[in-house]
């Protein structure tokens, strides 16, 4: 069965998502006639990280996560753990055992990324993407996206359409909303916003940052072949991967850093356990045989 890979939400998104429900899509028309429809309605971070955090619970519950001591965890412990927070964030990380091309953030925090990615793309590559994720929450675009998501179920649904608070959401609701998370279509413009926050990260931390150009090369091969109509159409809201990629290009190479990217080894397996044999050492004794005279 020949695999589809669908580029879009926040840096990617995933096709044949398992347990999903219905997908939302926002155009702009839409998220204008909703946001017109709620009056006075407020939302602020807070409410953004709580609706955030209930509908990443729902999508947790729900996929197959890698345990503390999978493969997977260990190698994102590795990369990522040291930056878990700083600039403003707290971030909690999760590994989904599937083999989708996909990572998210939300307002919350949380950010996941699916064992599908991690095997086709090396440390630097995967700092590249989960930069990118956090630049979204950086920039506010998760907020966003949430509340438009919020916004347009409570008025599906007619849950508080006319309320100025954000109010409780059915499982139902949430699994939509969570649905939206995965799947959320950012303007171009906050697409190459975030990818110049990714870039900014690695220069920051002393990273590869021809990495970034790399990671979307790859990308660009995947919309190669059988599949490049149906990834066309999938990322008529979106930027070009080569398009980004040469992006990434001229941004190394105005600082001075650009070099051709070589992938580095991917390992995703749990390191093999080192035994330390102990060296014995036998200590002969020394017999002394008084002579008798």
Excluded: C
């Excluded at 926040?10 to 998220?31: E, P, R, V, Y």
């Excluded at 630097?124 to 949430?146: C, K, M, P, T």
């Excluded at 438009?148 to 649904?157: F, V």
């Amino acid at each position: 069965m020949k695999k589809k890979f669908i580029i879009a939400g926040l840096l990617f998104a995933a096709f044949g998502l398992t347990k999903m429900t219905a997908q939302i899509n926002f155009g702009d028309k839409a998220i204008g006639a909703v946001q017109k429809g709620v009056t006075g309605f407020t939302f602020s971070n807070a409410d953004a990280a709580k609706l955030s955090k209930e509908a990443v619970d729902k999508l947790d519950a729900e996929h197959e996560i890698a345990g503390p001591s999978d493969g997977y965890t260990l190698r994102l412990n590795r990369v990522f753990g040291k930056h878990a927070s700083g600039d403003g964030f707290t971030l909690n990380y999760k590994v989904y055992k599937l083999k989708e091309v996909n990572a998210f953030a939300t307002a919350d925090g949380s950010v996941r990324v699916y064992s599908g990615l991690m095997d086709i793309m090396d440390d630097n590559e995967l700092i590249a993407v989960i930069g990118h994720e956090i630049g979204h929450v950086a920039n506010n675009d998760s907020r966003d996206a949430i509340r438009a998501a919020y916004q347009k179920e409570a008025l599906m649904d007619g849950v508080a359409s006319q309320s100025a608070t954000v109010a409780t959401v059915t499982d139902s609701q949430l699994g939509k909303i969570g649905s939206a998370i995965i799947d959320s279509k950012y303007s171009r413009k906050q697409e190459s916003e975030a990818d110049l926050f990714a870039y900014n990260f690695m220069k920051k931390n002393g990273y590869d940052v021809n990495a970034e150009e790399s990671a979307f090369r790859i990308l660009a091969k995947m919309s190669e072949g059988s599949q490049a109509s149906f990834i066309d159409q999938m990322m008529s809201s979106h930027p070009d991967s080569q398009k980004r990629a040469d992006e990434a290009k001229k941004r190394a190479e105005k600082d001075g850093l650009y070099k051709p990217y070589v992938q580095q080894k991917i390992v995703n397996t749990v390191p093999a356990a080192t035994t330390t044999k102990k060296a014995t050492t036998t200590t002969k004794k020394k017999t002394t045989t008084a002579k008798k005279k």
